[in-house]
């Protein structure tokens, strides 16, 4: 089983490690599961800051069958939805053939661009539900989603339970568990605004502030 | 502010990266601001997977007086701390001039083999209670523990709490709760067994046993 998780200049570290920390955990309990970093081309790709420098060594040419793709978000997958980009030929040609499609954040704007979207339920972060549902998506705000077998999870943060749903979906809950464990992803967030309903407008408008700067 | 988050070969990603998202917030919030990847040497490290390829251009030696220090954990952190490395001297000789010194996951342990522990509550992943205890710590189970300027986070995902309850002290609750709904950070995880007095005793063994593996 190879889990592929699809990076591309400008992705938001976060959406692909929180899931990573939890699908490595696979191997250990799914004998022959994989988990392959891939990109367009082999070498240095940067995160948004351009402080996180990635190797990577396999192309989406290498892994044009995973059982399963992973696609993280970043303020910069708008326009590669909108304009067009590897990542999208890489997503349309092997969903067909794919276990479990799934991204985290506005990784679900890749998704739509290939066209797998169309007239179903998904999520995306809160700030690009309007462009999500120019894809033909209908978007809901529960923090993981389930359509068939894709599955989206809201912004950045929420890779993490959309992993361990994904995990308890290939291993069992049993397993899913065990990696919950694992990684000690008991949360206790120190204040309660992580989503758009439980922020107060003026903590609203200062994140808002923040991510129109990206 | 310099933000020095300390790499060494064979750390876990999740660690260092959950923390990474939320301090990068922090440059639009406050002027100077500056998040700073390092290492002992620049190039390419490799997580515990060996699947991440980090690449580093900044050494311990560029950044000898952070005003926040923070270094991931990772199944060879133990080791290191044991032994002797290099980001324990880093740690050792920053420690006396920073705002503040903080470590997730197995991370404490090189805060401990710093010396920086000495008499004082901190935690650590579940798994290495006993091993923080062995450099004078006192282990409690709490999510993220503040002594002093030295703060300590639970096992792997609690960076983030970490980060958030930093950026709070740092910039303030307003900035902070600013940050947890840019990267939304609502958990809901899918199960409930990411403590081990949460877990059932067969969760435990089936954690523990891919724990032993690593």
């Known amino acids: 089983m190879i889990i592929a998780i699809g990076f591309y200049p400008g992705f938001t570290a976060l959406d692909a490690i929180g899931p990573y920390e939890v699908l490595t955990y696979l191997p250990y309990y799914v004998p022959g599961a994989q988990v392959v970093l891939c990109a ?56 067909p053939y794919t276990t479990w499609t799934t991204s985290v954040c506005t990784g679900a704007l890749l998704l739509g661009a290939a066209g797998l979207l169309k007239g179903l339920p998904a999520t995306t972060h809160w700030d690009a539900y309007d462009e999500l549902a120019s894809y033909g998506a209908q978007p809901t705000e529960q ?64 994140a808002s502030a923040a991510l129109d700067g990206k």
């Open 143 to 206: 923090r993981v989603v389930t359509a068939g077998r894709i599955v989206t999870g809201a912004g950045v943060s929420a890779g993490i339970d959309l992993a361990l749903t994904l995990a308890g979906k290939i291993a069992g809950p049993d397993v899913a568990q065990a990696i919950q464990l694992s990684i000690e992803y008991d949360p206790h967030p120190p204040f309660d605004s992580g989503a758009p309903s439980k922020a107060p407008q003026p903590i609203y408008e200062l």
């Open 40 to 95: 367009e081309l082999t070498g240095i790709i940067d995160d948004q800051y351009h402080l996180v420098h990635l190797g990577i060594d396999t192309t989406f040419a290498d892994v044009p069958r995973p059982d399963v793709v992973l696609v993280p978000g970043s303020p910069i997958a708008g326009r590669y939805a909108a304009e067009g980009h590897a990542i999208v030929d890489w997503i349309r040609d092997a969903h």
